[in-house]
């Protein structure tokens, strides 16, 4: 029987939208190969499939279990090589233009405008479109705590990210999120110690998350903040649990929490604003979501969704990569510092594109 890889290369080919993707810490790769290439939607989120979801539209792109044909199989556990990626720093024009806009965030949030608002650049990088598969098992093999996806459709784009942050995780009726916020560089011979800046950005997230949901959920539980490794960096991290009140109610706590502080900002209409009017470039699918709906196909059970947020994620078109790269801005946030904190998010996507 071919591989899912085999199956993919053939979709590329013939322009046939597919997706694969695996959760955090699991070795199971499931695929959906959708039979036709129309472009489906879901408003609601009842149906079984996979969706993805853009920063902006509330619709999310479905790939429906009924119009696809589904595999699982085990991560491939060959080697696959990570070479060194030659990079280069980025352009005076477009530091200047990152941190000019990290101040104009400062600023609106020091004139009450806002509390916080994430603030992103796009960077394109050469690439060889014919090593996309190859791109994407080195994410899967060194970023196993991540959900690790590569989204196709001819009528949407070619997506591919390794994401830490999970939006939504349903199981029957419990529900469970995160509030992510904060990002150092890792070092293992020394802990994490985050600025009171880094404390309050987390906290907003937090604060965001569980007013959000409190109208739809009852027994609300959430941990202390701890550090939280994701690859070669580190965030602050709060898990936050509750029980549905209804079935109903799963749509409305994807839509309220969407897209949250941590990519978005708060209050979210200000921040959404904010950053339409001024980042420069459309987000597209970057901060969105995409997981699995209302069944687990790699323990085979109905009635769980797993949904994720879209960072830490790139663009494919001919022969570039555009990634995403983005930072939380508070009244306390420097503009050099926050530069310099999109350039090593950047470094972790960049080492699989040698």
């Known amino acids: 029987m071919r591989s899912v890889f ?3 290369a053939a979709a ?5 939208p597919f997706v694969l993707y695996a959760k955090p810490e699991s070795d199971i790769l499931t695929a959906f190969f ?8 879901t408003n609601d989120l009842t149906e079984k499939g996979f969706v993805f979801s853009s920063f902006l539209d509330d619709r999310g792109i ?3 279990e009924n119009r696809c044909d589904i595999f699982t199989e085990n991560v491939p556990n060959e080697f696959v090589d990570l070479p060194y990626f030659s990079d280069n720093e980025p352009d005076v024009d477009v530091a200047d233009f990152h941190k000019r806009l990290v101040q104009n965030g400062v600023n609106a949030i020091l004139y009450g405008k806002m509390d916080k608002v994430v603030l992103s650049r796009r960077e394109q990088v050469k690439i060889d479109e014919d090593k996309i598969l190859v791109y994407y098992k080195r994410i899967l093999q060194n970023y196993p705590t991540a959900f690790r996806y590569l989204f196709y459709h001819p009528e949407v784009g070619l997506w591919m990210g390794a994401t830490p942050e999970q939006l ?6 419990i529900i469970e999120t995160v509030a992510l916020a904060g990002t150092q560089v890792y070092d293992k011979n020394k802990e994490a110690h985050w600025q009171p800046k880094e404390q309050l950005e987390q906290q907003i997230v937090t604060d965001f998350i569980e007013e959000s949901i409190l109208p739809y959920v009852s027994d609300v539980s959430k941990s202390l903040p701890y550090t939280y490794r994701a690859g070669s960096l580190v965030h602050i991290k709060t898990d936050i649990k509750g029980r549905l009140l209804s079935d109903s ?3 409305k706590v994807v839509k309220a929490l969407h897209p949250t502080p941590a990519l978005c900002g708060f209050p979210k209409a200000e921040a959404r604003n904010f950053i339409v009017q001024n980042e420069g470039y459309p987000r597209e699918f970057y901060s969105g979501f995409l997981g699995e709906i209302n069944y687990d196909y790699a323990k085979k059970t109905s009635g769980n969704s797993n949904l994720f947020v879209n960072l830490r ?5 001919k022969n570039s990569a555009y990634l995403y790269i983005g930072g939380g801005i508070t009244k306390d946030s420097d503009p050099e510092k926050e530069f310099i904190e999109t350039i090593n998010k950047s470094k972790i996507m960049k080492r699989v594109l040698g």
């Open 34 to 41: 959708q039979q036709t290439t129309e472009v489906y939607y």
């Open 168 to 173: 939504l995780k349903k199981t029957k009726d």
């Open 249 to 251: 109610n799963f749509v």
């Open 313 to 317: 994620c790139m663009q494919f078109k």
């Open 62 to 64: 479905l790939f429906p």
């Open 6 to 8: 085999d199956r993919a």
């Open 12 to 16: 590329l080919d013939t322009k046939k």
